[in-house]
């Protein structure tokens, strides 16, 4: 996610962090390069106007003078400036527990809306409501089906009807099936065009007119660049939104899109999407996002990810002494189940800002493409005796050799993979638990 940015502002910033003083053509040099760095990343010209005088107002040579470390101040400044520019403070979404709730995606085709409507009943879901999904594209071909299939793969209920049927009448039949059968949140997937048209708009018109909707979210493609300020600035004026979903910025996305949203259109960013499983959207965080491109990491967001994949008493497990003295190769393998659980390696590097995310770079180089990598591993696990996984140390030449023609590997893979697991182990005697980690990285 902003992974280009994230880099240009790394290495700008590495240049002053260590200075003792910082003088002002050093001050004038960062903000050329940042306003160079914030323009690349397709960031609108009147936002980075606003940020360079921001920053230059108070990364003063006086005010910076003050400091003991002065490239870090700076740091800080850019920090407070990109989480205003961000939004500040989380948006959530208006949910009332006490009534059944409406929440209505629009934007155009291809920008992501059917996906992102699981995605989104599934978070839902994930935190304790009761969502129904609505098939209401009557245009795109199969847009109902891919609705139901992936619907049924995350374990959501999707309404479907016949689509002789008029959009209207599919959705108000919806909203009363939801009311009367409890559903907490009703989330309709809606009509999409290539481009913003009057057929469009009027459709949309005519839905929030014959039911009440709670949340009209603007999914939109972060891949479209500055196109996107323009499609969401049309949609809400002429339907009115209430928040956007920020779709595909795991991609090659550069990033101004969401650096530019807040600022031009006064609207929220809810979510984002951030890969293509079911799994794969977060709720935007200003502050955190602002924590990823400076380098910083977030780990906030990588702690509920941990918390929500691991139950207590494992957590509690991996903090014993013991346990990390004993890991074997089934502790091992369990470790890395629940790191594909949490996400992709991807991810979760992202999400780390120290030395730790070492160790995953090392194992995701060796991996090579990730789900093939997992699955040469559990081969070669499996491949393995009961008494080899709990005691790796018997696991000598002829042992591997054996493994390697089972797993259908090559003994260097097999070889790979002890080593990873020998450096894991070793990594391990010398950490805290996660337990004891998590309440550390929460303050």
């Known amino acids: 996610m902003l992974d280009r940015l994230s880099e240009k502002f790394q290495l700008i910033f590495s240049k002053i962090r ?29 936002v980075v106007k606003d940020f360079i005088v921001k920053l230059e107002e108070q990364a003063s040579q006086e005010v910076l003078s003050k400091t003991l470390t002065p490239g870090q101040q700076i740091i800080k400044i850019t920090h407070g400036i990109l989480t205003e520019i961000l939004g500040e403070t989380q948006s959530k979404l208006s949910i009332n527990d006490k009534i059944s709730n409406t929440i209505l995606l629009i934007g155009l085709q291809g920008s992501g809306k059917t996906t992102t409507a699981v995605k989104l009943a599934l978070n839902l879901k994930n935190n304790g409501y009761l969502p129904l999904l609505v098939a209401a594209d009557r245009i795109r071909p199969a847009a109902i089906e891919q609705l139901a299939i992936m619907g049924k793969k995350a374990g959501i209920d999707v309404f479907t009807r016949d689509i002789n049927k008029s959009t209207i009448d599919i959705i108000f039949e919806a909203v009363q099936w939801s009311k009367e059968h409890k559903y907490d949140v009703t989330i309709i997937d809606t009509a999409g065009r290539l481009h913003i048209d009057k057929e469009l708009i009027q459709e949309l018109k005519n839905i929030k007119n014959s039911i009440n909707v709670n949340e009209t979210l603007l999914v939109l493609d972060a ?19 209430d928040g956007f979903i920020l779709t595909k910025l795991d991609g090659d996305a550069r990033g101004g899109v969401a650096l530019s949203l807040k600022s031009r259109t006064n ?7 951030i890969g293509e499983k079911i799994t794969d959207l977060e709720p935007f965080y200003p502050e955190r996002i602002s924590s990823r491109i400076l380098g910083m990491g977030d780990t906030l967001t990588l702690i509920e990810k941990i918390e929500s994949n691991y139950a207590r008493n494992e957590l509690q497990n991996m903090g014993k002494k013991a346990f990390r003295e004993q890991f074997n190769l089934n502790d091992f393998y369990e470790q890395f189940k629940k790191i594909k659980s949490i996400g992709s390696l991807d991810n979760i590097l992202n999400l780390m800002p120290f030395k730790f995310s070492n160790s995953l770079k090392n194992m995701k180089e060796e991996l090579g493409d990730e789900e093939k990598g997992f699955r040469r591993v559990e081969a070669i696990l499996c491949s393995m005796t009961r008494q080899e996984k709990i005691d790796p140390d018997i696991i000598n030449g002829s042992r591997r050799r054996r493994i390697a023609k089972g797993s259908g590997t090559t003994v260097s893979e097999v070889n790979r993979l002890i080593n990873q697991f020998f450096k894991m182990k070793k990594f391990l005697k010398h950490q ?12």
């Open 18 to 46: 260590e200075k003792g003083k910082i003088s002002e053509s050093d001050i004038k040099q960062s903000l050329r390069e940042v306003k160079i760095a914030l323009l690349e990343a397709d960031v609108h010209y009147k």
């Open 223 to 241: 891949l479209m660049g500055q196109d996107a300020l323009r499609v969401a600035n049309d949609f809400n004026n002429e339907v009115g939104a």
């Open 267 to 273: 609207l929220p960013i809810k979510f984002v999407g």
């Open 432 to 443: 805290v638990g996660l337990d004891s980690l998590i309440p550390f990285m929460r303050k």
